[in-house]
């Protein structure tokens, strides 16, 4: 028996909630016993909805069966393949997502062909019938049809019918953004379909997730800024719908509006000047709206927002005149619902003069292999890692067994400082500090006690970043004419590169350096 992989698993289900062990063996459980099938339903003639909004999805098919998920384009020869498993699971999701409805240079003809094939086929979907394609199909569907004032009896009872099963699945063994995703299409249904049974889980699963998964400050507390635009451009989309269809007379209108303008703010905070966000956690390029849209889109329905303050979330955000210094000094989030985070306490992103210098180096995959392990852990982050040993462990794609825990925060103007016990297994505690000048950096580490193991702080480079000088004790970026000093405890510095993820499925060439040091470093950036 491999005892370690066991106290992994433990330290992993101990996190969970009740609710996601018993719907993981209620689900299983009916599924062995029962084979539930989900009919075509006869229903009522139904109205589009009033939808007619400017904001388009980025072009990923490409005309006669091409499509582009990813990074990676794939034309079908003859038939559709809606189960294709060429290219990994995110990509078949991809596809069954039916996104491409709504970009800007699809036609009526286009899209209404794509539906039609994928209804023909629909008796031998796998992954488009789970729950979370779904959901978001099924918001696509409603907006494309109700866009173009369409009314078709078999797509209109295909997409009852896969409401049917989306809401006998309900993703509570998962929890966090799936169950949020399930509970926006459940609302889209709902009012399409003018659907009571629809609508009182929609309200329940939004009321009961916005406010758990929405923190003080205003983040997803997934703590994935990608996750974040994704989710508030769903929420955004929801407050439309309610406001341009009047079915239901209440208030869960100001509820939802409510919870959109503080996402919006702690937006507004961690997006760099330039519109990039920090690329911390499970966060990829050309993923998720970009800030800017989504501040576009808030303000053409009449919201408004205003400055909040950085706290729950863990994140700080120090502005200066020629920089912007990101910060991660908070716990891994949620205890239960960990699948998107990264093994990076005490991480940061430094942007200079509006261009990145030390980074993230974000995520390129979410295939079960060494590669996504690599970019989740502690070495793949701007922090320090003792010997052999993570922070936090990650495993298995989308799990953590032992987590670090911040243990203290002190706070005041320019300044912070944060421990946690993510060595804890060697007894050592890790402080890091950040006194953020006008003009200079500087971030101390102390460890709590001398280890005979390595102790690594890691900085990597954006790509960009071409040539650097090593000296003893410092790092020049020549063409940037940034300066990293480290005081006296370091004992080397050694240049290696490394992958930067330019988006899923696509990197690039980088530099990074390795500072080995005993106890206690001093790190200034001179800028």
Same mark, same amino acid.
């Given at each position: ?16 909630? +009740? ?6 063996? +209620? ?10 099938? #989900? ?13 007619? =909004? ?16 990813? =990074? %990676? ?5 003859? =038939? ?41 086929? /629909? !008796? #031998?979907?796998? /992954? ?23 009314? *078709? ?47 009182? &889980? ?39 719908? %309610? ?7 209440? &208030? ?23 519109? /990039? ?41 120090? @502005? ?10 908070? /716990? ?21 003069? =509006? ?21 989740? !852990? ?13 922070? @936090?462990?990650?495993? *298995? ?16 103007? *320019? ?9 804890? &297994? ?10 953020? &000048? ?20 890691? +900085? ?29 405890? %370091? ?7 490394? *992958? ?21 470093? !001093? ?5």
């Amino acid at each position: 028996m491999n005892f370690k992989r066991v106290f992994l698993i433990i330290n992993t289900i101990k996190y969970l909630r +009740f609710k996601q062990l018993y719907y993981q063996l +209620f689900y299983r459980a009916r599924n062995i016993f029962t084979t539930k099938k #989900y009919s075509y339903l006869s229903i009522s003639p139904v109205q589009p909805l009033k939808w007619n =909004n400017s904001f388009f999805y980025q072009n990923s098919y490409l005309k006669e069966s091409n499509f582009n998920f990813l =990074n %990676v384009t794939h034309k079908f020869e003859g =038939n559709i393949d809606w189960n294709c498993q060429k290219f990994g699971k995110l990509w078949t999701y991809n596809l069954n997502y039916f996104d491409f409805l709504n970009q800007e240079n699809i036609t009526v003809e286009q899209g209404l062909l794509l539906i039609r094939d994928y209804i023909k086929n /629909d !008796s #031998y979907l796998n /992954d488009g019938i789970e729950p979370y394609p779904i959901s978001l199909r099924g918001v696509n569907w409603i907006k494309f049809l109700s866009k173009n004032r369409i009314s *078709d009896i078999e797509i209109n009872q295909t997409l009852f019918r896969h409401y049917q099963i989306l809401i006998n699945n309900l993703e509570y063994h998962l929890l966090g953004n799936h169950i949020l995703e399930n509970g926006y299409s459940l609302l889209f249904g709902a009012y399409y379909f003018k659907d009571e049974v629809l609508y009182s &889980k929609a309200v329940q699963i939004l009321q009961e997730e916005l406010k758990e998964q929405i923190l003080k400050d205003g983040a997803h507390f997934e703590l994935s800024p990608m996750y974040h635009q994704i989710l508030l451009h769903r929420l955004l989309d929801c407050i439309i719908l %309610v406001k341009r269809n009047p079915w239901k007379n209440d &208030k869960f209108i100001v509820f939802l509006e409510e919870k959109a303008t503080v996402m919006l703010s702690w937006l507004t905070e961690i997006t760099y000047i330039n519109g /990039d966000i920090p690329m911390v956690n499970d966060s990829a390029y050309n993923i998720a709206p970009k800030s800017k849209l989504l501040f576009q889109y808030a303000r053409e329905i009449g919201l408004t927002w205003g400055k909040i303050e950085l706290n729950d979330s863990g994140y700080r955000m120090f @502005s200066k005149k020629n920089y912007e210094l990101f910060i991660d000094i908070g /716990d891994i989030g949620p205890k239960y619902q960990p699948g998107h985070a990264h093994s990076d306490t005490f991480s940061f992103e430094l942007y200079v003069k =509006n261009k990145p210098i030390i980074v993230d180096l974000g995520i390129s995959t979410y295939e079960k292999d060494e590669l996504r392990l690599k970019e989740r !852990s502690t070495e793949s982050h701007n922090t320090v890692k003792i010997g052999k040993e993570q922070q @936090s462990q990650v495993w *298995d794609g989308f799990r953590v067994g032992k987590r670090a825990k911040i243990i203290g925060i002190q706070e005041k103007k *320019d300044f912070v400082e944060a421990t946690h016990n993510g060595y804890k &297994k060697l007894n050592i505690l890790h402080t890091r500090k950040f006194y953020a &000048k006008d003009s200079t950096i500087i971030i101390k580490d102390i460890l709590s006690k001398k280890s005979k193991k390595e102790q690594i702080a890691f +900085f990597h480079f954006h790509p960009d970043i071409k040539e650097i000088k090593i000296s003893k004790d410092e790092v020049y970026l020549i063409s940037d004419k940034v300066k990293i000093t480290f005081s006296k405890e %370091v004992k080397k510095i050694k240049e290696e590169s490394y *992958d930067y993820a330019l988006g899923f499925n696509k990197r690039k060439r980088a530099k990074k350096i390795k500072v080995f040091f005993n106890a206690e470093l !001093s790190t200034t950036i001179n800028l």
